[in-house]
């Protein structure tokens, strides 16, 4: 069996609702900035370099989890919140702020999904009341939803600003918790 050197995970997000493969080509060449967010590749690198998709198969593989990937994907949902104020603040067309709001729900809800996946992957103790959390985030979101249709922009302003606050507690509190027992040699796959 191979030993892996390497494990490397990006996120991109399709926007299009085209889904990643070579027909996609012509539709992702339209909208690079669009379609670059919310795909989750999963690839290991063999002592050979021999790049390998990951799988259910060989995601045990790696004893303890690169949790750079998360941090980066908490930077890519950060600045999607600090763009849809922007948007707002900056007063842009209702489709713009509804294309950016669509990207971070998207885009968070995959992020969740992968961490819950580590979670599980890695028997996390306290899984069930990290998973709750995203849920209350994620119903967060929904009011940032309501907030935006109803057109107050000072309400959409400051339930930004707020969610903004909370999922900054999260990663804070809730992720750099699950970091540190991914980190900490505790990781035991399931």
């Known amino acids: 069996m191979p030993t892996y050197s390497e494990m490397r995970h990006t996120s991109s997000v399709w926007l299009t609702g085209v889904p ?5 080509s012509a539709a992702r060449g339209r909208d690079k900035y669009l379609t670059a967010r919310v795909r989750i590749d999963y690839t290991a690198r063999s ?3 021999q790049a390998t998709p990951m799988s259910s198969k060989t995601a045990d593989l790696s004893p303890v989890p690169d949790t750079s990937v998360m941090q980066a994907e908490h930077d890519v949902q950060i600045k999607l919140l600090s763009a849809f104020g922007d948007a707002v603040r900056r007063q842009r067309s209702t489709e713009q702020r509804e294309e950016i709001f669509k990207q971070l729900m998207d885009y968070t809800s995959v992020h969740f999904l992968s961490e819950q996946l580590l979670m599980r992957m890695y028997a996390y103790p306290d899984y069930e009341q990290h998973e709750q959390r995203h849920t209350q985030l994620m119903e967060r979101i929904g009011t940032l939803q309501e907030s935006l249709a109803d057109g107050d922009r000072e309400q959409t302003l400051t339930t930004v600003q707020h969610l903004r606050d909370a999922i900054l507690g999260h990663i804070e509190q809730d992720d750099a918790a699950l970091a540190h ?6 990781a035991t796959h399931r």
Do not use: D, F, K, V
């Open 20 to 24: 990643p493969g070579p027909e996609a």
């Open 47 to 49: 002592t050979n370099n």
């Open 181 to 186: 027992y991914l980190q900490g040699g505790r």
